[in-house]
């Protein structure tokens, strides 16, 4: 597979139209980086994150394993969550950030990229299992998805979305809707 600035405008542009979350996504994408950046905010809105992070995959995930995943958030003192998101707010490197994030209970890398994502959606991209499946078929990613993933590997991943949203000039957000719906087809032919 090859991407180009069309295909990923076309996969982009199919995202929208299709995935059920596409609404509340750009919702998000516009009031999280305000919200996170002031104290007005609890529980609900750093759930939401952590919830949409498992959530997007519709029914992939257990139920069971999604709700252990989504509550494991809960377990931290909220008062060090907002220490946490303000350090992450104030963090200049993508490494500070990360060990901030997944300072907590519940958060992974995987899950840390989501949280960056939202904050600062000019500048990080999430990481899952799709997406590096899609950049390993182009041949942007030369092995398999980690397990466990690790700091090195998110970094690794995110420039080189970095550098398709600079190549296509488009944004990272659209190279991840693109990248989304790319496995979503490659799954489907798959099984025909």
Known sequence: MELTRSLVEAK????????????????????????FAGDDYGWRDVE????????R????????????????IRENDFGTVVEVLGAVAGSATTDERL?????????DVPVASAFLTF????????VGEREWRVLRAAGELDRSYPDPVTADDYRGYLAVCRGLADRFDVDLWTVYR???RLDEGASASDSD
């Open 178 to 180: 693109a990248l989304w």
């Open 12 to 35: 982009a542009a199919e995202y929208r139209a299709e995935e059920p979350l596409h609404a509340v996504e750009q919702q998000h994408l516009e009031i999280v980086p305000g919200t």
């Open 57 to 72: 995959h519709l029914g992939a995930y257990s139920n069971r394993e999604r709700r252990t995943n989504e509550a494991a």
């Open 48 to 55: 939401w994150l952590v919830q949409w992070y498992f959530r």
């Open 119 to 126: 904050m600062f959606p000019d500048r990080y991209v999430v």
């Open 99 to 107: 060990e901030e994030l997944t300072s907590l209970v519940g958060v």
